[in-house]
């Protein structure tokens, strides 16, 4: 069933400062039929307000929800026809499995054979067929969480609400459930909203995603597509792990300069700006315009990243993931106090200084993608320290980037 918000607005009083909490501002979005919609922010953003007015468990201030065609935004919340999962499970406790299940068919008044028929066959769908006479006490948090999954989805509901329905759960446990919710919701096609904070979260299940901050919908879209084309600052910084980096820079002249490194060209009028670079949108490369100072080299499973100071930068922190072609990136690196990068043009983005919008122009830069480029690995001013160091660690630097580069030769 397809879901319509129309210039939905919940305003709450607070009546110690005298004044008005917007929590949800003029919210329109139609989530298609039998589709996973994750509404995505930061803490106070107004996605659970707009779950809570989804469910009926709390009335806009001004409005209107359908439900397909039918007008729910006065409508009971049990009469809605709606599943809500809670992020903290909410089982009774002196209830088996199967009786938790059970209990919204009961006051649905279906029949025993029913009731106990729908239970069997949603405890298999999620995958605990087989824990119906424990008690929750008894189960892991993840198998808590698939009661709780199907407690609402015995009810055969139109829409399937789950408010941050991960965040109990440990890391490892984490990723194993949400594939389950994804696997659960493909298989019931029913139209299901999911809140998150986790940005992972949302862009690895979700069909759409609804970016949200201080109550207004900042941008809507596939996950990729909000990841690669984002509408502002906010939403740019917001998706992506590790974030992005955002420079203080400015355009003239038809080019784009951070500090005096001249990074880009596009075709926008001179002006200050913010510039966006991904972590992995950068390149080694010896004639490379971006001049990175390297405080150090971190490796994390299969990512190695240079991190380095610029004063443009926020925080002043720089990260570079550079995992092309780099075995040992500690060692290749080691003594070496400045690099040279080439930068991918579409993973840098232009944001107005003032409004911290998009500047939507077509960026060029001078990095080309060819195996000679990647050939031309490290371009740097040797350290002092480097300069005075022993024989030994000179060969060991000497030998590892003699390594990569006979690696490269070979591919």
């Known amino acids: 069933m397809k879901v319509v918000l129309d210039k939905l607005t919940k305003i709450f009083p607070n009546k110690k400062k005298n004044e008005e909490v917007v929590a949800v501002n003029n919210f329109t979005f139609e989530i298609p039929d039998g589709k996973l919609i994750g509404l995505l922010g930061p803490s106070g953003c107004g996605k659970s307000t707009t779950l809570y007015m989804l469910s009926g468990l709390q009335k806009p201030s001004s409005g209107k929800i359908y439900f397909g065609d039918d007008d729910v935004t006065t409508l009971a919340p049990e009469k809605r026809g709606v599943g809500l999962v809670f992020q903290n499970y909410a089982l009774y406790p002196h209830m088996t499995v199967k009786q938790n299940i059970l209990f919204p068919l009961q006051n649905q ?170 972590p992995e949108g950068f390149a080694i490369d010896k004639n490379g315009p971006f001049k990175l100072p390297v405080k150090s080299i971190e490796v994390m ?41 080439g930068i991918k043009e579409h993973k840098i983005f232009l944001f107005n200084k003032e409004t911290e919008e998009r500047i939507n122009v077509e960026i060029k830069t001078t990095l080309a993608d060819n195996k000679e480029n990647k050939l031309n690995k490290v371009t740097t001013k040797r350290s002092v320290a480097e300069k005075s160091a022993g024989k030994s660690e000179k060969k060991v630097v000497r030998k590892t980037a003699k390594k990569v580069s006979n690696v490269v030769k070979e591919k």
Not at 304 to 317: F, L, M, P
Not at 325 to 338: H, M, Q, R, W
């Open 109 to 278: 008044k279906v029949s025993k054979e029913e009731a106990l028929r729908r239970t069997i066959e949603v405890a298999k769908l999620v995958q605990i067929d087989e824990l119906l006479d424990r008690k929750p006490n008894e189960l892991s948090g993840g198998q808590q969480q698939r009661v709780a999954i199907a407690r609402a989805l015995v009810k055969q509901p139109k829409v399937l609400l789950l408010d941050e329905p991960l965040s109990n759960l440990d890391a490892r446990l984490r990723l194993q459930t949400r594939e389950e919710i994804r696997r659960i919701q493909r298989e019931t096609k029913v139209t299901t909203i999911f809140v998150t904070h986790d940005q992972e979260e949302a862009m690895s299940i979700s069909d759409l995603i609804v970016v949200m901050k201080k109550g207004v919908v900042q941008q809507i879209d596939h996950p990729q597509d909000v990841y690669d084309n984002p509408k502002n600052l906010f939403v740019s910084k917001f998706l992506g792990t590790p974030p992005i980096n955002v420079f203080t820079g400015v355009i003239k002249d038809h080019k784009v300069f951070i500090g005096n490194d001249n990074i880009a060209f596009c075709d926008a009028p001179d002006q200050e700006v913010y510039v966006g670079i991904r």
């Open 301 to 341: 499973g299969r990512d190695s990243s240079i991190i380095g100071e610029r004063d443009e930068a926020e925080n002043k922190i720089v990260k570079a993931i550079v995992n092309d072609l780099i075995d040992n990136p500690s060692k290749v690196f080691a003594g070496i106090s400045e690099i040279s990068l």
